[in-house]
Antibody
Framework: QVQLVESGGGVVQPGRSLRLSCAAS????????MHWVRQAPGEGLEWVAV????????SYADSVRGRFSIFRDNSENTVYLQMNSLKTEDTAVFYC????????????WGQGTLVAVSS | VLTQSPGTLSLSPGERATLSCRAS???????LTWYQQKPGQAPRLLMY???KRATGIPDRFSGSGSGTDFTLTISRLEPEDFAVYYC?????????FGQGTKLEIK
């Protein structure tokens, strides 16, 4: 069965960096776009970034472009989110999600990892 | 931009729920998706391609619409259906969610 397990969250000071990981299993990882989606406390879902199956194409939400970087290691079945210059407003649960097909829905989600940016 | 209405919907089990999602521009190829999220849980895929039910989703859930106006209908509410529902679209390399509709027990 498909599993997505995020890790790497924690408490970090504003301006610092953090790297999230999402370990995938149960499907052919290298065939699918992978995403990060976040949810601030008590708020709705916000799409963050996507990486193509080969890793050569990436897109970002305006709110994180230039600060966050998504990449993947298909040999390790893992997708990463490198977050630099963190702001307090980046505090959220970060989910990784598998895309069903190009431009299509997110059919599997991880359980999420909490990032808290605070001084 | 996706706008969902109402923000909160208060209904009783057995009633019919109608949730709306309106896009600021026409959605190409009907790439309109619905997710359900319960407290403390990750979102779950409900509907994709506007009207296709995801695996395991009961047939009391249905989706419809085109262009800029889309609807999620739950024909007869079960206790487990009370949750927050989000619509999502793909447009120009970006993926956007609506702000959500909370479906609560009346």
């Amino acid at each position: 069965q498909v599993q997505l397990v995020e890790s790497g969250g924690g408490v970090v000071q504003p301006g610092r960096s953090l790297r999230l990981s999402c370990a995938a299993s149960g499907f052919i990882f290298s065939n699918y776009d992978m995403h990060w989606v976040r949810q601030a406390p008590g708020e709705g879902l916000e799409w963050v970034a996507v990486v193509s199956p080969s890793g050569d194409a990436r897109s970002y939400a305006d709110s994180v472009r230039g600060r966050f970087s998504i990449f993947r290691d298909n040999s390790e079945n893992t997708v990463y989110l490198q977050m630099n210059s963190l702001k307090t407003e980046d505090t959220a649960v970060f989910y990784c999600a598998k895309q069903r097909a190009r431009f299509d829905a997110f059919d599997f989600w991880g359980q999420g990892t909490l990032v808290a940016v605070s001084s | 931009v996706l706008t969902q209405s109402p923000g909160t919907l208060s209904l009783s089990p057995g009633e019919r729920a109608t949730l709306s999602c309106r896009a600021s521009q026409s959605i190409n190829n009907n790439y309109l998706t619905w997710y359900q999220q319960k407290p403390g849980q990750a979102p779950r895929l409900l509907m994709y391609g506007t009207s296709k039910r995801a695996t395991g989703i009961p047939d009391r859930f249905s989706g419809s619409g085109s262009g800029t106006d889309f609807t999620l209908t739950i024909s007869r509410l079960e206790p487990e259906d009370f949750a927050v529902y989000y619509c999502q679209q793909y447009d120009n390399s970006l993926y956007a969610f609506g702000q959500g509709t909370k479906l609560e027990i009346k």
